[in-house]
């Protein structure tokens, strides 16, 4: 910040003919280096405030999408997904499931693996709307145990600094047979997340220290989580949390963004 000087004198202003008055703005009337400052300032200002105006929109509908990345028509039904903000949200019009990459021994299920109802969640650890879903769906869990498995795939937003490290610590205690508690544990302590609460969960849980370690520093989880986002956009995820249900006939009902419990519910009702 430029420190009050004192300024050369002005030289006298010309008169002006006939009488004319031209009025001199503000920024005619200030030295040319605070004028410049002044409105490099004013223009950084009114960029800062569109982000935020944009931002503020995106969170209260409660789905913050990735810039750039387009959602794929999901085999071409051209069907709505549903938002956030819709409440009373009816179930979407179900779409077919081809382009969800189909569970395998690679994801991590919580409930009966053999449960007519599947839940694909690709969610973001360090997203607020995940963290306001996770209790949701862990209520599912409960009322419809044996009906549901739930399966959770990481899609880690580009301007949460801290997701895609949460997700490697994840599928790291995973590979442990702990992916879900680690989870629960991100979830619930989301403005701690970063190395060390990394480290420190892993031993809480009770996982091999250097086992962790070598994973975590390693490519082959940081990967896996990478080509889950790149699969989550190409079947159609924008933002998180993005789920889909999917019946035991392979029909899809995308559900976007954190939807309180009795909308989920009511999905899977009519899908049993």
């Known amino acids: 910040m430029d420190h009050p000087q004192h300024s050369a004198p002005r030289p006298p202003e010309p008169k002006h003919s006939h009488g004319v008055h031209h009025t001199k703005n503000f920024f005619d009337i ?7 400052w002044l409105g490099f300032a004013t223009a ?33 039904s051209g069907a709505d997904t549903v938002k956030a903000a819709d409440v009373a949200a009816a179930p979407a019009a179900a779409v077919a499931a081809g382009t969800i990459p189909v569970v395998t021994d690679g994801d991590y299920i919580r409930g009966d693996v053999n449960a007519p109802i599947t839940i694909i969640e690709y969610s973001d650890f360090e997203c607020p709307y995940c963290e306001r879903f996770h209790p949701t769906m862990e209520q599912v869990m409960e009322d419809y145990a044996g009906q549901v498995r739930w399966v959770l795939r990481s899609f880690p ?14 599928e790291c205690a995973g590979q442990q047979g702990k992916f879900w508690e680690m989870g629960d544990e991100l979830f619930a302590n989301r403005a701690r997340l970063g190395d060390d609460f990394y480290y420190e969960t892993a031993a809480k849980l009770g996982l091999n220290a250097g086992t962790f370690t070598t994973c975590y520093e390693g490519d082959e989880a940081r990967d896996k989580i990478q080509k889950q986002a790149q699969d989550g956009a190409s079947a159609g995820v924008t933002g998180t949390p993005g789920s889909f249900i999917i019946d035991q006939d392979g ?13 989920v519910a009511a999905a899977i009702d009519s899908m049993l």
Request: proline share 6%.
């Open 30 to 36: 200030l030295p040319s280096k605070q004028a410049f």
């Open 44 to 76: 950084v200002l009114s960029i800062g405030t569109l982000g935020f105006i944009i931002l503020g929109s995106c969170m209260l509908q409660g789905d913050c999408g990735v810039t750039g990345i387009a959602a794929a028509d999901s085999a071409g």
């Open 157 to 170: 937003l580009s301007f949460h600094p801290n997701a895609e490290d949460a997700g490697v610590a994840a």
């Open 251 to 263: 029909n899809a009902t995308p559900i976007k963004g954190a939807l309180p419990y009795s909308s």
